[in-house]
């Protein structure tokens, strides 16, 4: 129990949801923060280091509980390190936030802490909101009733954080254990006190706090360190076991005792001069969440969010985009006769490292905006007003950024997810994001649309239909929602008890670390996943590459009298050729077959593999597969001439209206994106979620191909 | 659409959150801690005996919010059948 002298004393940041806990964290370790995740689920471990006296402590902050007896695996997780029993370790000293103006609800989880055994101190948060309300809390009678040091902190402004330093600094020297006597009736104190007593008498030394916690909740810290002493562990369920048979109080004893302790505190505390008035958080709130005009600002404030991650994000990836591009073409010549290290530099390394690049301004945006809305106590009324939208399938109403974040782009939509309060309906989330339309699909189907819908059938249907497609995903997306609740994550239904907290203004320093710690995470988890693929596609694409070969292909580009007559020059031919006879190009002529039902052939199979680094790539690899080049725009005539004449060996027309649709469809549903998947593994902590993902996308995309394919073909003759 | 009919099984005088209307002023009568929501309610503070308001209903009728002990809490009214209120006012 005693700290230990060989390693930085460890600090568990402890409290309520919305009690100011992250903003303290972020107050006392400033830029130093980890982001991580614990190990196996999608539960993000934030730890810090702050300065304490001479040295430094390294602090976790423990995602926000209201109870030591969890319901779902992240507060299983959180509990697991403040009891202890954390890979960590046991904490050095916990610091138990406390919201003044939820002064009851919060001593409630303070009192459950007890049972942890450890030096604690209380941080008082929220008393500027307090006074602003006319009341105010005694912390030096409350440090008495407590029996821990109190300290009243202003994150933002930095009042107290001192204070708080030095209390942390004396709870962990003096190594003093929390015991408060809360007035249990005789039914619990009798039974702790002769344990306590029997414990002593065994030696092992310990506070009735811990016993009284370890009584009432088999998961306490103490049960852990007895597990293998039998006499207590039957001493503790039995007298566990009486105390909840007993029918009149059993089960609702130890909340109603907890309160009925947490209520006399407070009216001795605090300082509450008549009946506070109407807060200014309930006018604001009476119309952001009207049944009409709430609505109407919800509905702005997601089109705000979702113009600015399309809009705002776009010049930055353009500006990005061709700065990767003179970065090639002024690395390029230096490589000049090294044919292979120079298209692994530019293709390869550089195209890697840009793609991922460009993924920074959408997620920087969208975490500027999730900061803010949950900074500022919106982001739960998103939870009120869009319940009924996503209940029915185990998710709340804040699925909603996610899914319309995955509008832009699946991958900042994909990091949103973890805006949803466990680990369920996080995946639940993350599973499903994809499906939405990202603006990646949409050159695709520009080029499909322009080339085989527009000329037959006019504008006002080509619209229509680029609009229809953006919906083909949503309408999977529903049904995969209930199959995925019916099977792979089945439970018990969490318990959806959401707090609206007072509105608050955003603090700039709270949402700058977002966004930054957003970025972070990205470049160094999925970013290198996305890196190392970006070269193993080039790989796939580049080899084998002889001269031999290319010898070959241009003999047989002076012998091709009709493709030289069609303007494919030389260069372009033998790029064409090269694809065709590389690994991937091997690859996809290898499962024509397979996709042939759907009626791809092995030029579109080759071309729908090449995307994989990223949906919009198709349109350059159609380019280069059709003897065109790669730098295709999807609005450019001469591709959709090329793919319009495309015929198969047999002289049938390749691209029919059909083949263009089911090709639409196949990329609305596939998982041709390896930054989506790489995301997956980063946020969900595992490759398995991952490979699911991709294979349910693709057997779905496969088989909603194959049949608008087959019926449409047969349909119309 | 805010006012169900009582409940089978619901003694005179309480009745169940389905039935709750905007401003209502309620107490706690009784608490299955059977139930997963109705544990974390008591844990957030809505043990028996405690009075509280509804003090907003979300636009499509469901979830609802409540003021107790001065915290603003949404739940929906289907998961805390389980627990009974009396009306005070």
Not at chain 1, 461 to 489: C, E
Request: net charge neutral; aromatic share 8%.
């Amino acid at each position: 129990m005693a700290s230990q002298q060989d390693r930085a004393a460890l600090i568990a940041l402890v409290g309520n949801p919305n009690s100011g806990k992250t903003s303290l964290f972020n107050a006392l370790t400033g830029s130093n923060q980890k982001v991580g995740n614990y190990p196996g689920v999608t539960v993000e471990r934030v730890t810090g280091k702050m300065r304490l006296g001479d040295s430094y402590a390294s602090v976790v902050d423990v995602p926000g509980l209201y109870s030591m007896r969890p319901v779902s695996v992240d507060e299983e997780v959180a509990t697991e390190v403040i009891s202890g029993t954390a890979a960590e370790g046991e904490p050095d000293v916990l610091v138990c936030v406390v919201d003044a103006s939820n002064l009851e609800r919060n001593l409630f989880f303070f009192s459950q802490t007890l049972g942890a055994q450890a030096p604690t101190v209380v941080a008082l948060t929220m008393t500027d909101v307090l006074k602003s309300e006319g009341r105010a809390v005694d912390d030096r009678k409350l440090s008495e009733l407590l029996g821990v040091e109190v300290v009243p902190v202003v994150s933002h402004k930095g009042i107290g954080l001192d204070d708080l330093r030095s209390a942390i600094t004396r709870a962990i020297d003096e190594h003093r254990l929390p015991e408060v006597d809360m007035g249990f009736p005789a039914i619990v104190r009798e039974p702790v006190f002769e344990l306590h007593e029997q414990l002593a008498r065994a030696g092992i030394d310990v506070t009735k706090s811990a016993v009284r916690e370890a009584l009432l909740d088999e998961n306490a810290a103490l049960n852990h360190r007895l597990a293998n002493l039998p006499e207590f562990v039957t001493a503790f369920s039995d007298r566990r076991a009486a105390i909840l048979g007993n029918a009149a109080t059993g089960k609702t004893l130890d909340a109603q005792a907890r309160y009925a302790w947490a209520g006399r505190v407070r009216k001795e505390v605090m300082n509450e001069p008549g009946v506070s008035s109407r807060r200014a958080s309930d006018r604001i709130d009476d119309f952001l969440t009207h049944r009409v005009f709430g609505l109407i600002v919800f509905a702005a404030v997601m089109y705000l969010m979702f113009q600015s991650i399309y809009t705002l994000a776009r010049p930055l990836m353009d500006l990005i985009a061709s700065g990767f591009d003179w970065l090639k073409g002024a690395v390029s010549p230096l490589l000049n006769g090294h044919p292979v290290a120079q298209s692994l530099v530019v293709d390869g390394v550089v195209t890697g490292i840009g793609t991922v690049v460009t993924f920074l301004p959408q997620i920087v945006i969208l975490f500027f905006f999730i900061s803010v809305l949950e900074g500022s106590g919106y982001l739960s009324r998103v939870a009120f007003l869009m319940d009924r939208l996503f209940g029915w399938a185990g998710l709340n109403g804040r699925a909603f950024i996610p899914f319309l974040s995955s509008f832009a782009c699946a991958v900042p939509g994909i990091m949103a997810a973890r805006v949803m309060p466990d680990h369920r309906s996080r995946l639940a989330t993350i599973l499903v994001a994809p499906l939405m339309s990202c603006s990646a699909r949409l050159p695709v189907y520009i080029l499909l649309i322009g080339a085989f819908v527009e000329p037959k059938f006019g504008p006002v249907v080509a619209g229509l239909s680029l609009f229809l497609m953006h919906f083909v995903g949503l309408f999977f997306a529903v049904p995969i929602l209930w199959l995925l609740n019916k099977s792979l994550l089945k439970g018990k239904r969490l318990p959806f008890v959401l707090e609206l907290p007072r509105y608050q203004w955003p603090r700039l320093k709270d949402v700058a670390l977002t966004m930054v710690s957003r970025a972070k995470v990205f470049m160094k988890t999925a970013g290198t996943i996305i890196f190392i693929l970006s070269i193993v596609i080039w790989a796939l694409l580049y080899f084998p590459r002889s001269q031999a070969a290319d010898a070959r292909y241009q003999v047989d580009y002076t012998h091709a009298t009709q493709i030289q007559a069609s303007g494919v020059t030389l260069d372009k031919y033998v790029d064409g050729r090269r694809m065709a006879d590389s690994y991937l190009g091997r690859f996809g002529r290898a499962i024509e077959p397979a996709f042939k039902p759907a009626g791809f052939d092995w030029r579109l199979t080759t071309a729908i593999l090449a995307a994989f680094p990223a949906r919009e790539v198709v349109v350059s690899a159609m380019g280069i597969i059709f003897d065109l080049g790669g730098d295709m725009e999807s609005g450019s005539s001469d591709l959709k001439q090329a793919v319009a004449r495309a015929t198969w060996p047999d002289g049938r027309p390749l691209m029919t209206i059909w083949t263009a649709i089911s090709l639409m469809v196949f990329f609305a549903l596939c998982s041709q994106c390896m930054a989506t998947l790489a995301t997956i593994k980063r946020e969900t902590g595992t490759w398995k979620w991952a490979a699911f993902s991709f294979t349910y996308m693709t057997l779905l995309a496969y088989m909603t191909s194959i049949i608008v394919f087959q019926v449409g073909t047969r349909l119309t003759g | 659409m805010l006012r169900g009919k009582v409940p089978d099984g619901i003694a005179e005088g309480k009745v169940g959150f389905n039935c709750l209307c905007l401003g209502q002023t309620c107490r706690v009568v009784c608490v299955d801690p059977s139930g997963g929501v109705s544990c974390r309610l008591m844990e957030m503070g809505l043990t028996p005996g405690t009075e509280f308001t509804v003090t907003k209903v979300a636009p499509f009728g469901d979830p609802i919010e409540i003021d107790v002990r001065g915290a603003r809490i949404c739940l929906r009214r289907v998961e805390a059948k389980e627990i009974s209120v009396e009306k005070v006012s």
